[in-house]
């Protein structure tokens, strides 16, 4: 049992959110400015839209070997903490030189830094959770983390964004900013040699040769007897395919479909997204008591009925109702989907499946959007939710061949 203070484990998560906090800050920024900045030296959209799946491409290929490589280094610091010490000043020098980029050159490099730093400390970041968390907290703690990170990007919107009428340079140098308070945060917090399960005496120790590689980990999980992890990522693939494609595409769907102006219809996705910082915490204690499955299914379907019912419905009030409803379901599902899955892999290799896990999310990040717009193309807009409910009942489906019981693959030595 790690040794922890009652309430120690909230101030660690706190800590780790912090930069959950900054990351999702820095990532509204990112993506609602990056655009007008590179508008200014390239006319083409085809080529700003390439640039803008940048941070994607490295989520699937530099994240992950990153997330591994924590798994097999070993320092005075710990296993995770390094990483973050290392990427996290790199990605906060080149997140502030973003908009002071005078040539197209400067900004394309500090691009290209950002997003390989941040793809440096993301899943070992992450990893860290679980490391130091017991097992009956982490839906807590990953709500916390959730909430943080929503906020983060509620702030980004609501508080830094109108800052850039008055310097172009101060949201992304407060932004910058909060992500080195962070690590300051968790270097003075998380003694993580003496927290992670990691450095218990009765914890095996990384010998496995195939520890850290990321193509293991993915044969292990698709040739287990156990389909559940199999499952639980088709699954975590399907339902952030659904919500990543709404999200991307909802302000162009309330201007062409629902008659509304951009704000009217930014305002009220809103809706779903307060509920779902508002329910990050409350979903993780419910899947902590009343496990985790029975919550992510309650959750799927729950946002299953809400991308129902507001392909039909047109009254404004029950419209923003039904959004409630679907974030709150979001956030039982997301909250407890890591959790669920982070309880079923070698203790020793939390990394390098996190690595994979956030690989699969991008992933569906990447791809949910041109499929939403196809379905349109084709369709009209009238048909603009059907995909994800398709997404959602394919998510809800794989949860039937997922179990309760709790078995950890084991490492392949072959």
């Known amino acids: 049992m790690i040794n922890q203070r009652p309430s120690g484990w909230i101030l660690r998560t706190s800590a780790i959110g912090l930069v959950s906090l900054g990351g999702q800050m820095s990532a509204a920024l990112y993506n609602a400015y990056l655009p007008i900045f590179y508008g200014a030296f390239i006319a083409s959209n085809t080529l700003i839209g390439l640039v803008m799946i940048i941070d994607n491409i490295a989520s699937l290929t530099i994240q992950p070997y990153f997330a591994g490589l924590s798994d097999r280094v070993d320092t005075k610091l710990g296993r995770r903490i390094p990483f973050l010490l290392a990427g996290i000043p790199v990605a906060a020098l080149f997140?502030?030189?973003?908009?002071?980029?005078?040539?197209?050159?400067l900004l394309f490099a500090a691009t290209i830094l950002v997003n390989t730093a941040g793809a440096a400390f993301n899943s070992p970041g992450?990893?860290?959770?679980?490391?130091?968390t017991p097992r009956p907290l982490r839906s807590r703690a990953n709500g916390i983390?959730?909430?943080m990170g929503g906020l983060g990007a509620v702030i980004a919107f609501l508080v830094l964004s109108p800052l850039i009428r008055r310097s172009r340079t101060l949201p992304f140098d407060i932004a910058s900013g909060i992500l080195l308070g962070a690590l300051v945060v968790i270097l003075f917090v998380i003694r993580e040699r003496r927290l992670s399960q990691l450095y218990l005496a009765d914890q095996a120790p990384a010998s496995d040769v195939e520890v850290g590689r990321l193509l293991p980990a993915?044969?292990?999980?698709?040739l287990s007897r156990d389909r559940t992890l199999l499952f639980l990522m088709l699954g975590a693939l399907a339902w952030v395919a659904a919500v990543n494609g709404v999200q991307n595409m909802f302000t162009r769907y309330g201007v062409q479909h629902l008659g509304l102006d951009p704000a009217g219809a930014t305002s009220i996705l809103a809706f779903f997204a307060i509920a779902f910082i508002a329910c990050s915490v409350p979903a993780g204690i419910l899947g902590d008591r009343i496990g985790r499955l029975k919550t992510i299914r309650l959750g799927a379907a729950g946002t299953l009925v809400t991308f129902v019912a507001v392909s039909f419905i047109r009254d404004a009030a029950l419209y923003r109702l039904s959004l409630i409803i679907g974030g709150a379901g979001w956030a039982l599902v997301i909250t407890n989907a890591y959790p669920f899955f982070v309880d079923r892999i070698p203790a020793a290799q939390t990394g390098t499946f996190t690595g994979l896990?956030?690989?699969?999310?991008?992933?569906?990040g990447l791809v949910s959007p041109p499929i939403y717009g196809a379905v349109v193309d084709v369709f009209g807009f009238g048909a603009f939710f059907v995909p994800g409910v398709v997404f959602m009942a394919a998510g809800i489906a794989c949860?039937?061949?997922m179990t309760t019981q709790t078995r950890p693959l084991r490492a392949s030595r072959t």
């Open 218 to 222: 993915a044969r292990m999980v698709v």
């Open 399 to 401: 949860t039937f061949g």
């Open 126 to 132: 992450y990893a860290l959770m679980p490391d130091i």
């Open 357 to 364: 896990w956030n690989a699969t999310l991008a992933l569906a």
């Open 145 to 147: 983390l959730n909430m």
């Open 95 to 105: 997140f502030a030189m973003i908009p002071r980029a005078r040539s197209l050159a």
